[in-house]
């Protein structure tokens, strides 16, 4: 049976059903080949009304329900993305502009995810506390409520999946939003697959839309959390609103991170790491290596090595055979990263690589001769573009690593006693010691600093659970506590 045939969904939003959507319908377009895979309803704030409300209505039977029958549902969501990630994958090819390695990556996580959460609806949730009084004292974890989930379309299905399968594990019902540019392969397969695991309705609501369906998950009042992967300045405007509506805003945002390479590392090995850092799924993850700070010693080396590796990437359709590298997402983003290659050539820097495309298909690019204020490595590009500027110590190292106002992920290449020492003196979320800035697993604590969001949000149990229940304080004597009066 095909989980996405478009006969299911097509026109319409799931909203606890297949529903027609308030705000229309709209064509999934492949970036690759300009072609329509699909037509989709829009969300509205009606929708997303209408949808809030009974999310917390289904809610309270949910989080009263048996632990084991939440564990199941997930688990059967797990085996499910196993048995149709064929299937699920040739949609984020197409619609995502994923090379097939990546889109397997994306379904062998999910389900991955879901196991993983399945094993948190039992999860211990409480402490037995102190007291001074003759009395038990409990702190326990409870569903935070409806949780409201926006995801990015670069990872589409990870990035709505790392959120909605612990937040319904514990007990809350989901408003997911995905990117409308991959409201398939990060919306409705997301919903099919929970139709099909037995996800009693109402739980989950899947509301692709634009910016009023983006404002009105995060406003409505039943909603209780806010998870968002982003850009940074849409991440700000969300913590603004989230502050003032006193809700809590798990902030993932965007990254301009750094891979330094040390005196003596490997440069071949080193060469190959900054590549995949930088041009994995044409550079848009917020992991991105978008700054390659390499000793001195070894620049040159570096830069001409890197260059002939970007050189001799293939780029092109990945649905029609293999490449490294897909389209960019859209034309608006190609626009972006050839401005800001663009500006940085005119103030100077060397094109050693790349900085053209045919189409949204753009070249793997490096960059020599930069320094930190030209715009392609002060800014986060999103796009497959390597800037290299050489240092001559490691202090000079970890200034220009901690000359960012991003802080998620570093890389460091080479002999590990100098690696900690710097990993030590740099503020980041994540570490890779001899390893690219790009990694993540289920089972990992994830999140960034200062503009790169609001600390670990996602992954693991003390996470997951951090994220997605309130604490609850609850006293129980043997008898009615005596008062003076």
């Not at 999103?382 to 001559?392: L, M, N």
Request: proline share 7%; net charge negative; glycine share 12%.
């Amino acid at each position: 049976m095909a989980l996405l045939e478009p006969g299911t969904w097509s026109g319409k939003i799931f909203d606890g059903g297949w529903t027609a959507g308030a705000g229309g319908v709209y064509d999934v377009v492949e970036p690759a080949t300009g072609g329509t895979l699909g037509v989709l309803g829009r969300a509205d704030g009606a929708d997303v009304a209408r949808a809030a409300t009974a999310a917390a209505a289904a809610q309270l039977d949910w989080a009263a329900r048996p632990y084991e029958e939440r564990a199941a549902i997930l688990r059967r969501a797990g085996r499910l993305f196993e048995d149709h990630a064929e299937e699920i994958q040739g949609w984020i090819v197409r619609e995502a502009g994923s090379i097939p390695p990546k889109a397997e990556l994306e379904t062998h996580f999910v389900a991955n995810l879901c196991y993983e959460a399945a094993a948190l609806a039992s999860h211990p949730q409480g402490l037995v506390l102190p007291s001074a009084q003759p009395r038990w004292s409990l702190a326990r974890r409870r569903p935070a409520g409806v949780v409201s989930v926006i995801a990015p379309f670069n990872f589409p299905l990870i990035l709505s999946m790392r959120s909605v399968a612990p937040a319904l594990a514990l007990g809350n019902a989901v408003l997911l939003k995905p990117d409308p540019r991959t409201a398939v392969c990060g919306g409705v397969a997301v919903a099919r697959v929970f139709e099909e695991a037995g996800l009693p309705a109402g739980l989950l609501h899947v509301l692709p839309g634009g910016l009023d369906a983006g404002e009105a998950v995060v406003a409505a009042p039943e909603v209780r959390v806010v998870s968002f992967t982003g850009s940074t300045p849409a991440g700000r405007k969300i913590g603004e609103v989230c502050g003032r509506l006193l809700k809590r805003a798990h902030l993932e945002l965007g990254g301009n991170n750094a891979l330094i390479v040390l005196p003596g590392a490997d440069i071949s090995k080193a060469v190959s790491a900054g590549a995949w850092g930088s041009f994995l799924h044409q550079g848009q993850i917020c992991m991105t290596t978008g700054r390659h700070l390499v000793h001195e010693s070894v620049h040159e080396e570096y830069v001409a090595a890197l260059a002939d590796k970007a050189d001799k990437l293939p780029v092109g359709d990945p649905a029609a055979g293999p490449v490294a590298l897909g389209p960019i997402i859209d034309d608006k983003q190609l626009a972006h990263v050839d401005g800001l290659v663009r500006d940085t050539v005119a103030a100077g820097a060397r094109l050693a690589a790349g900085g053209t495309h045919e189409g949204l298909f753009y070249r793997p690019t490096v960059l020599a001769d930069v320094t930190p204020s030209m715009p392609a490595y002060a800014q986060e590009v999103f796009g497959p573009v390597a800037p290299v500027v050489p240092f001559a110590t490691a202090d000079d190292a970890i200034a220009l690593a901690r000359d960012s106002e991003y802080g998620l992920s570093l890389g460091i290449l080479g002999d590990v006693g100098q690696a900690m020492k710097i990993a030590d003196a740099v503020p980041t979320g994540l570490v890779h010691i001899n390893d690219q800035t790009v990694n993540d697993e289920p089972v990992i604590p994830f999140g960034g600093l200062a503009a790169s969001g609001n600390g670990s949000r996602f992954g693991g149990p003390d996470a997951n659970i951090e994220a997605f229940t309130e604490t609850q304080w609850v006293t129980m004597r043997g008898e009615i506590a005596p008062y003076p009066f």
